[in-house]
């Protein structure tokens, strides 16, 4: 299978906690509003030219750099404002200075701070612990966002940052540029849209000791989704997400076979190069079936991060593949 065919297939192609006690900075997003089917979703905003897949599984985005400390609660729910667990939430930011990780033009090529993805639990919840953004001429303070589920990329956007936040913290000593005086109206992406800026604004609560910002992501899709069988089957299989996802040693793929046939089975890293073919044209016949991933066989290992499986089935009825995401702490 061609690299473009595989990214195209899985929907990739374009891709010490405190607790603040105080509300000195307390602001409130816009109400998030639910009357399903119309569920508020949450509008995009272009990723901008600092976006970097950094395969990073991680709670903890800040790495060495200083600042104030902020949590990020993030919820994902769907089109009928039901949670929805198994999201992979992606994030990235700039430090308390305005600049970007993983970039030569930023003078950080190599470097990962302030960029991470997790999935949402069962309550279709994240949270990330990282500082509070600086910023950069032409741009509003803001988070970057990406969500991801069952294997297509929903939304990319931006979060922000009330004047009242930005005004508490730059006025501190850590944050040397002071404040940013970017409006919504010279704002490069939103370019006045004051409607989508409130729409992604956060609710913030806590001091300059430390801030929790939250927000609900509303994305066009409805969680049953994830259990209804793809075209690409055919009716010939149904692969089930690997349990437990994320993990670390050791998880399990269950699937089923229609009727007697050649399944192979391949892992894949997010640019679509096979790294370990588990099943190779191996004959097999209908009823339910196992495979196990170990992290590290002694054959084959992997680092901590997003990969994709495939099964590729051919019988009779004639070839089928399908294919899903999975995460290695």
Excluded at 38 to 51: K, M, R, S
Excluded at 206 to 217: K, L
């Amino acid at each position: 299978m061609k690299r473009k065919d595989f990214l195209q297939g899985i929907g990739i192609i374009g891709l010490g906690a405190f607790i603040p006690n105080k509300a000195n900075a307390a602001a409130k997003q816009k109400a998030f509003v639910c009357n399903p089917p119309n569920c508020f979703l949450t509008p995009a905003v272009p990723e901008g030219p600092y976006y970097f897949n950094t395969n990073l599984i991680r709670e903890d985005i800040t790495e060495t750099k200083t600042g104030i400390p902020i949590i990020y609660n993030i919820t994902v729910v769907d089109i009928n404002c039901v949670p929805i667990p198994n999201a992979l939430v992606d994030i990235w930011q700039c430090d308390k200075d305005g600049i970007y990780s993983a970039f030569s033009s930023q003078g950080t090529l190599g470097q990962t701070f302030l960029r991470g993805a997790q999935m949402t639990d069962s309550n279709g919840q994240v949270s990330f612990k990282a500082i509070y953004p600086g910023w950069y001429n032409g741009r509003l303070t803001h988070l970057h966002v990406k969500i991801h589920f069952n294997n297509n990329t929903y939304v990319t956007t931006n979060f922000f940052y009330t004047d009242a936040v930005n005004q508490l913290i730059y006025s501190t000593p850590l944050y040397t540029k002071g404040q940013n005086t970017t409006t919504i109206a010279k704002d490069v992406e939103l370019k006045g849209d004051t409607k989508r800026f409130n729409d992604l604004l956060m609710t913030f609560t806590g001091d300059t000791s430390g801030i929790v910002a939250s927000y609900t992501a509303g994305i066009n899709t409805t969680v049953s989704a994830v259990n209804e069988p793809d075209p690409e089957t055919g009716g010939q299989f149904v692969l089930r997400q690997n349990f437990p996802n994320p993990f670390e040693d050791i998880s399990t793929v269950k699937f089923s076979l229609l009727q007697s046939s050649e399944v192979d089975f391949s892992i894949f890293d997010l640019e679509g190069r096979e790294l370990v073919k588990l099943l190779d044209s191996q004959k097999m016949g209908s009823g339910e079936h196992f495979i196990d991933i170990h992290r590290n066989s002694g054959l084959y290992a992997f680092a901590p991060g997003v990969y994709m499986y495939q099964m590729k089935v051919r019988n009779l009825s004639g070839e089928f593949a399908q294919s899903k995401r999975m995460i290695i702490q």
